[in-house]
C-alpha cells in the first residue's frame, strides 16, 4: 500500500451547528446516523489516531475504527473564546474578531495562532514513519485546513480558504519525499476500494 495519510473530519455536532469555538461536545444524533453508515469504509490502515475531544473519539467509534488518542489532533486552541458562539464573540470582541480572521499570526482569544496551529500539524506529519505508512486520524476542520496549507506550501491566509465538512475526507499522499493533496471530498461507503 502507498504511504497515505487519511483526515477525516469528525461528525456534526449541535455546537458545530451553532457555529461554536471549539468545546467538548458529543456528535448530535444526524452525525451519528450519518457515521454508523459510513462504518466499515477504512478497511486498511497500519495506524488510527484521533483527536482526544469527545467528538472525534465517538466519530471514530461509529466507523469501527480502533483508535488512539493523539494530543497533536486537537482542535486549534480558541482560548476565551472556546464554547462561545461566533455571533457572541462578533457582538463582544468584534475588532479581535476581524484581526484574528484577517491576520492569521494573531491570537486575540489568548489561545493559539493560525501559525501555530500550522506548525504543530506540520510536526506531526513530518514524524519519522508518517511517510512509510497508512495513518487514518479523526480530527477537526482547523487540523484538516492546517495539514493542506502545509502539504501544498500555501500562505497562511489560505488557512480560511478551505471548506472542510463534517465527515469528509482528505487525502493525502507522498513519495517519501514530498506530501501531495491527492483528494478531498464526503466519505462514501467506497472510500477504501482503491489502494
Known sequence: MA????????????????????????IDEVGRAKT???????????????????????????????????????????????????TQVLVREPRKLASWMSNPSSAPHGGESIPQLMERVAAWIREPGRNQIHTVAVTHASVIRAAIVYVIEAQPQSFWRIDVSPLSLTDLRTNGRRWVLRSMGPMTASDEAEP
Open 3 to 26: 504511504p497515505r495519510l487519511t483526515l477525516i473530519c469528525h461528525a456534526s455536532t449541535r455546537a458545530l451547528r451553532a457555529a461554536t469555538f471549539g468545546g467538548d461536545d458529543p
Open 36 to 86: 454508523e453508515r459510513l462504518a466499515g469504509s477504512i478497511r486498511r490502515a497500519d495506524q488510527c489516531l484521533t483527536s482526544p475531544a469527545l467528538r472525534a473519539r465517538e466519530t471514530a467509534a461509529a466507523l469501527g475504527l480502533t483508535a488512539t488518542v493523539d494530543e497533536r489532533l486537537r482542535e486549534c486552541d480558541y482560548g476565551r473564546w472556546t464554547g462561545l458562539k461566533f
